[in-house]
Structure formats: C-alpha cells, structure tokens
C-alpha cells in the first residue's frame, strides 16, 4: 500500500465522521437511543470486520476498496456511537456529576489510546498483521455487548422513572429545522470548541515533527512520547477535571482560561527553546480543563430532546474546523518529504497560526459568558445554586425534556 492509499484510511474515517454524525444525531433524537446503540455498534463490529478480511487480499485489487469500506463503515458507527453515548450520560448525569462523567468517558478513551500506543506493535510483532486486525473486531464486538448492556440500564431506569412514554413523544415531535432553534449561546460553544481544537489536534499530529527538527537531542521515539504527553495528561487529569467543574461551576469562566492560559503554550513552542515537555504537559491540562467544561456545557443549553443533533452537529462543525486547520498547517509547513528537516520559520508561522486560533477561541469564550450572563448563568451557575433550582435533582426533573425549555428564552 503506498503512502496516499494509506493516508486515505484516516482520511475516509474523518470525512465520513465530520457529514455521518449530524444525520446519526437527528435519527438519535427521532428513534431513541437504543436504536443507536445498537445499529451504530453493530456498525463497528462490521466495519473491522470487513477491514480484516481486506488484509486477506493482500496483492490483490480487492484490498484497497475492502479497507476503505470497512474503514467508512466503522469511522460512520464509531462517530455516532460517540453521539448516542453523550446523550445517554447527559441524560442520566444532568445537573448531577455531568463532568465528571464527561471526563470519565474523556480519560477511558484516551486509556484505550495509551494501550493501543504501548501493546498493538508487540501484538503484531509475535502474532501478524492479520491476527492483530481481528483482535480489532474481537474488542468491537467486546464494545458491541457493552453497547447492549448500557442499551437495557437505560429503558430498565426509564422505565422506573415512568418516563419511558414521555421521551418517545418528544422524540416524535423532533425535526431537522429544529437547528434553526439552537440558542445562541449553543453556536459560541460550538465555535468555542471548534477554535480550541483547531490548536490542539493539528498540534498533537506534527508534534514529533516539529520536536526533532526543531531541538536538538530528541530520537524520534523520545520525541514522540513527548507528543504524546498531551493526551497522557488528559488520560489523568479529565477525571478530576470533571470532578471540579461539577463543585465549582463556572463552565464559561474554565472555557476562558483555558483557552487564555494555552496561549503561552504556542508562544513558548513558536519563540523560544524552553523544552518542549514542559508545553506539552501545560497543553495537556488545559485541555483535560478545555473538554470537561466545553462539550458537557451543551446539554445545559440545548432540550434533551434535540441534544442527539446538537451533539451531532457540534462534532461535525468541529472535525470540519480541525480538517482546515490540518490544510493550512499542511500548506504553511510545506512538506515535500517527511524526510527533510523543515525550516525554523515555517514552524514558526505554524504555531502563530495556533495562537491565531486560541485568540478565536478567547473572543468566542468571551461571548459566550456575555450571553450566558445575560441569559440567567446557566454556564456558570455554581452546584448549590443548581440543586436549587432543580429540587431533589432526579433525571426526570432535572432533563429539561421540552422543546425551548432551557433557560431563559434559551437563546
Ligand atoms: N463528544 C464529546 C467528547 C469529545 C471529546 C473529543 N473528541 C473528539 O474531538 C472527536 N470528535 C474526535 C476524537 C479524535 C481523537 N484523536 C476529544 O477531546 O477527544
């Protein structure tokens, strides 16, 4: 497989994400969340399925096209699984350890991440590719039964709670020009994150990179653990991140900081020769801060009922936002080889571009707290007023499950 087919891989899995998750996200709302456990987790066992058998035709024409068929089959599950989970754990966590079960989801994936990193090259080296991609499928099919185990807690709890019948005729009620009704508040926490991770995932891609050719001394594995203690970081720190963004509140106030405080990051890594560990590990709780505050603000602005397409639509504009920035990186850089050494100046002007979009992400935090505290505080609103407001805090009270009952007015 040559270099372009292989990159396609990754590039159909990103594609088929960014347009999949907004449709996923609509039928979540529309057919429940049990449809999309099941169809987009079944979605993934035959997505590596029928990658693995691609690796049985090596040499032959049939390779490339079964690859990127099981690659489009998984990426398109695989991305609105993510929706269907971030609606059940809102659902169930609202005005409860909402963060903290955002950042449990967070550190769980980013432990999946570690592992793959430490173990899957040993695993190919003693047992072979083949074996290795169906070992794949075997933790696919390990997630599929998860999927169905949460899929039974979640109607068991509806149904204790008696909500089994209200829910489904919200859902019947959903329509897609519903977007035209997302708050206000819900699209600057859209370009919030979009911003925010426009700096981060571009970052983490060239890292290694940018570490060899810029300091000295760094052997290619040496600089890519110290790439990777961005999401190291983040394994350790989403959990406790949540934690605290529960206790304290403040959702708007943590989006700025964080967003304020990843500036010296890129300053640091653009002017000067500080080692780069120290930026990586600064980056990596800023955003462990970033993600436990930004992606579980939006169940808190948008009803239950649209959260699916909300989500859905919030990933999308995000992977379509980190997919440019990754072009104009890949344009600034100007990378003929992987080979050569790229010029200082040419990372320099890299990384003003990320400080560029932290700036973006500061000027749309900075909205957003505007509008939130115009529009009652939600965001920012502490746990004890929150308990307040909602009474003895159960699922059913606290799930604002009718249209535009968010806050006031809710835009
Ligand atoms: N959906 C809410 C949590 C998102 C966490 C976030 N995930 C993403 O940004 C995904 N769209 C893509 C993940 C790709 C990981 N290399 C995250 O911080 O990982």
């Not at 040499?59 to 695989?78: E, I």
């Not at 932290?358 to 939130?372: E, P, R």
């Amino acid at each position: 497989m040559t270099p372009a087919q292989y990159n396609l891989l990754y590039a159909i899995y990103a594609w088929t994400n960014a347009v999949v998750v907004i449709l996923a996200g609509f039928l979540i709302d529309k057919l429940g969340n049990r449809f999309g456990v099941f169809v987009f987790s079944l979605m993934t066992v035959l997505g590596s399925s029928v990658f693995a058998l691609g690796s049985h035709f090596k040499g032959s024409p049939y390779l490339l096209p079964m690859m990127l068929t099981g690659r489009l089959l998984f990426g398109s599950g695989n991305g609105s699984l993510t929706i269907v989970q971030n609606r059940i754990t809102a659902f169930w966590f609202r005005g409860k350890e909402l963060a903290l079960a955002f950042g449990l989801t967070l550190s769980f994936s980013r432990l999946g991440s570690v592992l793959n990193f430490f173990f899957t090259q040993q695993f190919e080296a003693k047992f072979g590719m083949q074996w290795t991609l169906w070992g794949g499928t075997l933790l696919c099919v390990l997630g599929f039964v998860s999927a169905l185990t949460v899929s039974v807690l979640d109607k068991v709890g509806m149904k204790q709670l008696g909500l089994d019948g209200v829910i489904q005729q919200e859902s019947k009620k959903v329509r897609i020009q519903d977007i035209q009704r997302l708050p206000l508040r819900y699209w600057l926490l859209v370009l919030t994150i979009m911003f925010f991770y426009n700096g981060v995932f571009p970052f983490v891609a060239d890292a290694s990179k940018f570490i060899q050719d810029k300091y000295s001394g760094y052997s290619q594995q040496a600089a890519a653990y110290i790439a990777g203690a961005v999401y190291d970081s983040s394994l350790v720190l989403s959990a406790a991140a949540g934690i605290l963004i529960d206790y304290v509140g403040l959702r708007g106030v943590f989006a700025v900081g964080c967003a304020a405080l990843t500036l010296p990051v890129f300053a640091l890594l653009a002017f000067t020769f500080v080692p780069p560990l120290v930026s990586t590990i600064w980056l990596g709780i800023t955003y462990s801060f970033a993600a436990a505050s930004m992606w579980p603000s939006i169940p808190l602005v948008v009803p239950q009922a649209t959260l699916g397409t909300a989500m859905g639509l919030a990933t999308s504009v995000q992977m379509v936002g980190v997919g440019l920035s990754n072009l104009v990186v890949g344009h600034v850089l100007g990378t003929k080889s992987s080979e050569l050494k790229i010029p200082l100046w040419r990372w320099q002007q890299m990384m003003i571009f990320m400080l560029a979009n932290t700036v973006a992400c500061i000027v749309a935090s900075v909205s957003l707290n505007i509008v939130d505290k115009k529009q009652g505080a939600t965001l920012n609103g502490t746990r004890k007023g929150a308990a307040l407001e909602r009474g003895d805090g159960s699922p059913a009270e606290a799930a604002p499950l009718l249209r535009g009952e968010t806050g006031n007015g809710g835009s």
